[in-house]
Nanobody, 114 residues
């Protein structure tokens, strides 16, 4: 059973940066498209960024130019580099398989203050 463990969140001032990591178990990781999602207080979970098995990326308009998703298949890990953070980026961030969702991990809290 695939397990997802997110880390790297924290408290950061607006304009700052954070790098999130998602460690995924499972033998199919290298061929799976993966996504980073976030859920703000009182909001629905939304897709932030996605990456295909071959490294093709896609971003929500709200984070384009500021966030970068990447992956290291040898480490079964997906990253989200977040720069120029804004208070509206405050949320719990999760990763998951893009097409075939597995059980959600606990996520990692990102709080951006102005």
């Amino acid at each position: 059973q695939v397990q997802l463990v997110e880390s790297g969140g924290g408290l950061v001032q607006a304009g700052g940066s954070l790098r999130l990591s998602c460690a995924a178990s499972g033998s199919t990781f290298s061929i799976d498209a993966m996504g980073w999602y976030r859920q703000g207080a009182g909001k629905q979970r939304e897709l932030v960024a996605a990456i295909s098995s071959g490294g093709v990326t896609n971003y929500a308009d709200s984070v384009k130019g500021r966030f970068t998703i990447s992956r290291d298949n040898a480490k079964n890990t997906v990253y989200l580099q977040m720069n120029s953070l804004k208070p509206e980026d405050t949320a719990i961030y999760y990763c998951n398989n893009y097409f075939f969702k597995v059980s959600w991990g606990q996520g990692t809290q990102v709080t951006v203050f102005s």
